[in-house]
Structures are given as C-alpha cells and as structure tokens.
C-alpha cells in the first residue's frame, strides 16, 4: 500500500551505515518510518529530510510484513524551517515541545505552522507564541478567552490571565497584574495567525511566549 503524508520532521536516528528512522507529526499523529540510503551524498530524499521541515512523504507500506516500519519512497520539502542562527532557541523548543506532547491530533498545529513558520525570521516572538498557544490547543487545554473575568465574568478591570485558571482575572480575583496590551493581545491568539499578528507587537508576544512555555513545563 502506498499513500502521502504530510508532515514535520522531529527525530532523525541514523541506523546501519546510510539509513535513517525518521519521525514525524503528522495527521496521523506521531508516525516513525524507515528512510532507506538517505545518508548517501547524491540522496535526493536525503536533502529534503531537515528536523523541522514540514514536507510531503510518499510512503510505502507492506501489508504482509506488518511488523517492518512504513518505508520512505519520496520526500519533497513544502517549507524548511529558516536557517538562522538567530533563531537556535525557537528551533531548541519547538523540537524539545515537538517531541515531548503525545497528542493524536495534529493538524491544526500543521496548519498553523503552515501559515506562520515563513515570518518565523521576521517575527519570531509572535510566530512562536502563536505556535506554543497551538500546542496548549492539541494538548487539550483550551482557556477561555473571551473578554471576562473567569470568576465572575466581569468585562471591566481586568488586569491579569493565567493560563492554570483558564483565562481572564479581573481587579478583584487577581493576585497580580499584568500589561494592559499583553491581555488585548492574548484576546487574538486563538484566531488566524495574521489577526493575532496585526493585533499584538514583538514585546508582548514575547511576555505570551514566556507565559506559555511556563505553563507547558508546568502541564506535559
Ligand atoms: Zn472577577
């Protein structure tokens, strides 16, 4: 049986002298397949096989021989992740955040990351608060972001959001403040990158981001 796959590189583990397991995320969750001769010089699939691209696999599976990995046939980048030294820490926690979550649902986070990753150069703390947010989302854990306070959905004097009370607390139930415009910007975190984008800037994308790979550690 042959079919595509869509998805974005993790994990490489060399194995024999040229080959490679590959894992992915991918619409079927978390997939491992056998990547034969990769580590060769003139491997065309090889070149398109960097940890954090998103890329289309043609993979092969053997009906018979049930407990031998899904084989690799083609593999075609659809976008690399940048190479930038600049961005080492964005590709440290996307791979360790990656690899880490268990979750079966990934296609939103392929989406996103399909939407976001090209302004990953331009914009990285925006991009990754975005992409962090999604993986909250995968893993389960939805906030509630409408404008309210989630004690007692006061829509006025709000001053703080913590991601373990599940969204909004206003003057009364906060026991810290934050920024106004950090939580104007969290409001658009769950819409399309491009809202989010519009409606936040690089400094509290960044406070977002902290607050969320917080929360990650806390929770996975
Ligand atoms: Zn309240």
Avoid at 16 to 35: E, H, L, W
Avoid at 49 to 71: D, G, H, M, W, Y
Avoid at 144 to 165: A, M, P, S, T, Y
Avoid at 169 to 197: G, P, R
Wanted: with cysteine.
């Amino acid at each position: 049986m042959e079919y595509e796959l869509e998805g974005i590189i993790i994990k490489k583990q060399n194995i024999n002298d040229f080959d490679q397991i590959v894992t992915v995320v991918s619409n079927r969750g978390k997939f491992s397949f056998f990547a034969p001769s990769v580590k060769k010089e003139n491997s065309k699939n090889g070149l398109n096989l960097n940890t954090l691209s998103l890329v289309n696999f043609e993979i092969i599976e053997s009906q018979k021989r049930a407990n031998l990995l899904p084989r690799l046939k083609r593999a075609n980048t659809i976008i690399s992740f940048p190479i930038n030294v600049m961005l080492k820490q964005e590709y440290i926690d996307l791979e360790f955040f990656l690899n880490k979550i268990n979750s079966i649902k990934w296609q939103n986070f392929i989406d996103a990351y399909k939407e976001s990753i090209k302004f990953l150069d331009s914009k990285k703390n925006i991009v990754m608060a975005y992409l962090l947010y999604k993986l909250l989302e995968i893993e389960g854990i939805n906030p509630n972001i409408e404008f309210g306070c989630i004690d007692c959905r006061n829509k006025n004097n709000l001053v703080d959001f913590k991601f373990h009370q599940g969204g909004y607390l206003c003057i009364n139930h906060a026991k810290e403040k934050i920024e106004f415009s950090i939580l104007q910007s969290l409001y658009w975190i769950n819409k399309a990158f491009v809202t989010f984008s519009d409606n936040t800037n690089s400094y509290d994308a960044q406070i977002i981001r902290k607050m969320i790979i917080q929360y990650l550690n806390e929770v996975i």
